[in-house]
């Protein structure tokens, strides 16, 4: 009986907790001294790249993400590695030719990533197929022994479409897809916690795979959740050690050890060592803290979202949208909107990239005094069906105000991309700061960010025996 498993831990701290708290600002030299106590502690993974954290990698911190996950590995050789992929947009924003994302998957578990957790922002599957058909292809790319998990996700939202059953009926696809584990991804904090009992027992009559859940504790139901999911036999939850734990973060990960030791569902993890490493955390929390990235309001306990059912975050942007255009008046027009937008666009789950779209049109309706006056260039892609299959056909009067007669598409968006790596790769090369095939994909991912992050690179190796152009001159190129 699965119920009365060990319930296993995936440790966020090197990833989502900074990414929910602290802008994804943590850098490798404030990981690296806990790795090796970390990688003792029994964790089911460790979630410590993807996401975020590859674009601010190279962005903000001037760290090679792909250094960074090799580092990772070398110094946690004992735990499965955890990565969040976006499906067909990868780390990015856009759909991605096949192409790259058979390269990427690829290159990631060669890099040292076990478990892949793939979702797409509209939970359509196509745009899921091609990551999760090379996870699968990929598995001998794995050298660390420790295997390679495809992990399939839904993302869960609220709203009449999104029934029990097409959770169900989601599962039971993405099992019949070549998942290894689905993963219930809770990014907004809705899933209440008797209605998460109710939907991990349905999942689990339904599929054979182990189910791995995901929430965020902004409005404070997530621990309760978690322990009701317990009770209806998940197997692993997502947690973040408790000085970048709560709040906007995952629940912490330390009182959840302590309400189940003695139980049958005990994870056997040691609190007094995990409570120890949580300390040096602190020391990184304070910093982030100090240089403005750790805001107080993340990790205080946010009861709107409960009421608007929408992510924290999507509130906090439409504040700063709504205070740039001197409209703050206007808040509870545009946060009554949003649920109407988000019905006229086919109930999206809110998830990036579908928050920010439904979100800023919202803001457009209202401040134009008149409803899709003006339109986003998202929306209408959304509309025309460049993001996927949304979960309801689009009202007729809706489409023609929106995109007019311009044509829709029904096909999977990347069929229409042709292969693109063969475009890249040569552009990488014809830069001059071609090292490793790896910087392929950060080129293409963010061709901007990355050439001025392989120009910092070059100047950096470079300089590295002259005292000209170090770091304290200020004269490098960064
Ligand atoms: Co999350």
């Keep these: 009986m699965s119920n009365l498993n060990k319930i296993m831990f995936t440790e966020t701290i090197l990833r989502d907790a900074h990414q929910s708290q602290a802008a994804t600002r943590m850098r490798i030299d404030e990981m690296l001294p806990m790795c090796a106590r970390l990688d003792e502690v029994g964790y089911y993974s460790i979630e410590c790249w993807g996401g975020a954290t590859f674009d601010s990698c190279l962005r903000f911190l001037n760290e090679d993400p792909w250094e ?34 058979d390269e990427f998957v690829k290159k990631s578990i060669s890099n040292g990533i076990n478990v892949i957790r793939i979702f797409d922002a509209l939970n359509d599957t196509r745009n899921m197929k091609a990551c999760m058909d090379a996870c699968n292809k990929y598995r001998s790319e794995d050298k660390s022994g420790l295997g390679v998990v495809c992990e399939a996700t839904m993302s869960y939202t609220v709203g009449d479409y999104y029934t029990r059953d097409y959770y169900v009926n989601l599962a039971k696809e993405l099992e019949g897809m070549g998942a290894d584990t689905i993963c219930i991804k809770d990014m907004a904090n809705l899933l209440l916690p008797y209605e998460g009992f109710e939907l991990v027992k349905a999942v689990k009559a339904a599929i054979k795979c182990p189910i791995h859940i995901h929430t965020h504790n902004t409005s404070g139901t997530g621990n309760m959740m978690y322990l009701k999911a317990i009770e209806a036999g998940v197997d692993i939850i997502d947690t973040a050690l408790s000085p970048m734990g709560n709040g906007t973060s995952q629940p912490a990960t330390e009182p959840l050890i302590a309400a189940l030791a003695g139980t049958p569902r005990d994870s056997g993890l040691n609190l007094e060592e995990v409570t120890d490493i949580g300390q040096h955390f602190k020391g990184v929390a304070a910093r982030l803290a100090k240089d403005g990235f750790l805001n107080k309001k ?98 007729p009067a809706i489409v023609k105000k929106i995109i007019g007669d311009e044509p829709r598409i029904t096909c999977r968006p990347a069929d229409l991309i042709e292969p693109e790596m063969a475009k890249y790769i040569a552009e990488v090369k014809a830069s001059g700061y071609y090292e490793q095939e790896e910087d392929v994909l950060s080129y293409a991912l963010f061709p901007q960010v990355a050439t001025k992050f392989f120009q910092y690179r070059a100047a950096n190796k470079y300089n590295v025996d002259t005292e000209v152009g170090d770091v304290e001159t200020g004269i490098q190129p960064v």
């Design 68 to 101: 960074r996950l090799r580092t990772l590995r070398k110094a946690m050789p004992k735990t499965k590695l955890q990565m969040l992929l976006r499906g067909q947009n990868i780390l990015g924003y856009k759909h991605y030719a096949d192409d790259v994302v």
């Design 298 to 395: 993340a990790l205080e306990t946010d009861v709107k979202a409960l009421i608007y059912q929408v992510p924290g975050g999507m509130l906090s942007n439409l504040i700063s949208q709504l205070t740039e255009a001197n409209a703050m008046d206007k808040y509870d027009a545009v946060l009554a909107e949003v649920p109407k937008v988000r019905a006229d666009l086919g109930y999206p789950p809110l998830v990036t990239p579908s928050s920010q779209i439904v979100g800023s049109q919202a803001v457009f309706n209202i401040l134009s005094g008149e409803r899709y006056k003006m339109v986003t260039k998202e929306v209408k892609g959304m509309v025309r069906g460049e993001y996927g299959k949304l979960a309801c056909e689009v009202d």
